[in-house]
């Protein structure tokens, strides 16, 4: 079985480098033929006709890189949640670079159990999925960090476009002049969110749009105050600084839940690493006693077993603790 893995890895290599060649010559190419049209070089006949069938770099390269992967992830309804998550997590990624680092890692994680531990193979399986989750949950701690900044920084940005309303701007220019005063992510967001908006997209769809990009609590009030505003009328800035102090108030309370909470926190990590640390020093102390559990089946299957109540214990101790305000 290892020898299969490591012949799929090698290929599924190759197939990478051997794209990423053909896309550089296609990517060099048609930079040369727009530096050609620049400099009002002509080319020949032949080049030319060879050239207008194929689309921009931008275009090309959309099309085109990781298509075979693009096709599974839309089969397998993935594609747009990956793509999603990537920009809540303010990356450029693609979600088929998503899933190549996956794989990679996951092959990666099975190679190192499958020949690093000959006698215990049947790590290699959970080595590999452990290692084929973390750039998933590296783009959740990013997403969260992300998401928490922009919170942050919300309330000031509520207030700020009731004091440009109330000097006498229109809502779409206040926006516009958010992202001059206030930093990232906010400031990106909302430059989006005008640029849609300018570009023809309908005001009600780009802050929709900002709502999907930010799932947020407060955002949602937010897009849901200007859509209902809009509709039935009313004063916008008023209802804004109402916002805004609401929003402070959320964060006073979910303060003050986390210091409750703290405690509860702390035990939870405390239950889930002692039995750990206690296996580690077990396996220095006694190692015939701890080599029970890999080498024995029933011994394997008592080791999964806790590793698993563990784990939901763990969640278990998380749900309880874990209180929306």
Known sequence: ???????????WIVALIAGWAVMNAFRSAEADKMKSRLLGTQQRAGKKKKGAKKSPALLERDETT????????????????????????????RAPRLAHACLALFLGGFMVG??????????????????????????????????????????????????SMRAG??????????????????AGEFRRTFEEHNLGLPLETALQNLAKRVPSMDVHFFVSAVLLQRRTGGNLAEILDKLASLIRERFKLRGKIRAISAHGRMTGVALTCIPLAVALLMFYVNPDYVRFFFTDPTGQVMAISAAVLQVIGYLIIKKIVTIEV
């Open 169 to 186: 701007h229109a809502f779409s220019v206040s926006l516009e002049m958010i992202h001059r005063e206030f930093q990232e992510p906010l």
């Open 114 to 163: 499958w020949y690093g531990f000959p006698a215990y193979r049947w790590t290699a399986v959970p080595l590999g999925l452990v290692a084929g989750v973390l750039p998933i949950l590296h783009l959740l701690r990013l997403r969260m960090k992300r998401i928490r900044k922009f919170e942050e920084q919300f309330p000031d940005s509520l207030e700020f476009v009731a004091r």
């Open 66 to 93: 990781g298509q075979l992967v693009m096709r599974l992830l839309r089969k397998f309804e993935y594609h747009d949640r990956a793509q999603a998550l990537i920009e809540q997590a303010g990356l450029k990624w």
């Open 1 to 11: 079985m290892g020898s299969y893995v490591a012949i799929f890895a090698v290929i």
